[in-house]
């Protein structure tokens, strides 16, 4: 079992920045890999990034790269997602994932996920 907690979203203004955190527990979560994802009313939810909890490559999408930026605090047992020069396409909310197998493969791989956080952002 995993329990992934998000947070840090709101409304913001296209152009600035915001920093979404995902809280996890779980017995075994040093071997997990993290993404997080989004999805917008009547779409369907799209990666945005991934991470492994060991600290290994990091995978963005071309539509967020340059722009968004994953990472782990080890010590709070927490990953983030800094987003910076938002736009209102960016609105959705979004989702923490973790793929118990150790490695992100894709979406379908997401097996536990948290309850999602909205990011508004406004023109």
């Known amino acids: 079992q995993v329990q992934l907690v998000e947070s840090g979203g709101g409304y913001v203004q296209a152009g600035g920045s915001l920093r979404l955190s995902c809280a996890a527990s779980g017995r075994t979560v040093s071997s997990y890999a993290m993404g997080w994802f989004r999805q917008a009313p009547g779409k369907e939810r799209e990666f945005v990034a991934a991470?492994?909890?060991?600290?290994?490559?990091?995978y963005n999408p071309d539509s967020v790269k340059g722009r968004f930026t994953i990472s782990i605090e080890y010590a709070k047992n927490t990953v983030y997602l800094q987003m910076n020069s938002l736009q209102p396409e960016d609105t959705a909310v979004y989702y923490c994932g973790a793929d118990t197998r150790g490695f992100y493969s894709g979406i379908n791989g997401i097996n536990y996920w948290g309850k999602g956080t909205l990011v508004t952002v406004s023109s």
């Open positions: 991470i492994s909890w060991r600290g290994g490559s990091t």
